[in-house]
T-cell receptor, first 113, second 116 residues
Framework: KQEVTQIPAALSVPEGENLVLNCSFTDSAIYNLQWFRQDPGKGLTSLLLIQSSQREQTSGRLNASLDKSSGRSTLYIAASQPGDSATYLC????????????FGAGTRLAVHP | EAGVAQSPRYKIIEKRQSVAFWCNPI?????LYWYQQILGQGPKLLIQFQNNGVVDDSQLPKDRFSAERLKGVDSTLKIQPAKLEDSAVYLC??????????????FGPGTRLTVL
């Protein structure tokens, strides 16, 4: 059974810091891994999608890496801003499924001025 | 492009009562998902529709939860009767295809259910 774990559960940093969020999964049979952002009272917004054949994806100040063989992914946020404060969720799409996503519990990030 | 719409946004009921949630996906999206997100946890898939048909409902508590997607567009999720542990945010999402693909799922704002 696929399980997704995210560390740390919560993080508080001063503005401007570079930070790393970690995600691990137990079964390497996946089509892709995705990172989402969730703001209070709002739905999830997709940030980055890494296909199983890829090693990393970048979007602006965000960079996500994937090591499928070791079951790990990291989300790197450069030069953090207060507007980055949100919960970040990692999700994997298992192979053989119908686009089903299995989520971790998320990392709650607070960036203070 | 309009996003995924959900209503109501909030609902408070007493245990053993019934409740229904409504979702309108993005136009043209064939696949619709209902997720349950309990406080402090990630979303968990309850049911997935491909057009009108159910392709995955393995985690849906079928003794109390039901869902339908009429005409392959809007969907409703019902809980009858509700239990305290059903308190959660119910998220609806939609995507273009559904079969293993790179399609992104687009999420609605969710319905926050509190069962007293």
């Amino acid at each position: 059974k696929q399980e997704v774990t995210q560390i740390p559960a919560a993080l508080s940093v001063p503005e401007g810091e570079n930070l790393v969020l970690n995600c691990s999964f137990t079964d390497s049979a996946i089509y892709n891994l995705q990172w989402f952002r969730q703001d209070p009272g709002k739905g999830l917004t997709s940030l980055l999608l890494i296909q199983s054949s890829q090693r990393e994806q970048t979007s602006g100040r965000l960079n996500a890496s994937l090591d499928k063989s070791s079951g790990r992914s990291t989300l790197y946020i450069a030069a953090s801003q207060p507007g980055d404060s949100a919960t970040y969720l990692c999700a994997v799409q298992p192979s053989g499924g119908y686009n089903k996503l299995i989520f971790g519990a998320g990392t709650r990030l607070a960036v203070h001025p | 492009e309009a996003g995924v719409a959900q209503s109501p946004r909030y609902k408070i009921i007493e245990k053993r009562q019934s409740v229904a949630f409504w979702c309108n996906p993005i136009s043209g999206h064939a696949t619709l998902y209902w997720y349950q997100q309990i406080l402090g946890q990630g979303p968990k898939l309850l049911i997935q529709f491909q057009n009108n048909g159910v392709v995955d409902d393995s985690q849906l508590p079928k003794d109390r939860f039901s869902a339908e997607r009429l005409k392959g567009v809007d969907s409703t999720l019902k809980i009858q009767p509700a239990k305290l542990e059903d308190s959660a945010v119910y998220l609806c999402a939609s995507s273009l295809a559904g079969r293993p693909s790179t399609d992104t799922q687009y999420f609605g704002p969710g319905t926050r259910l509190t069962v007293l």
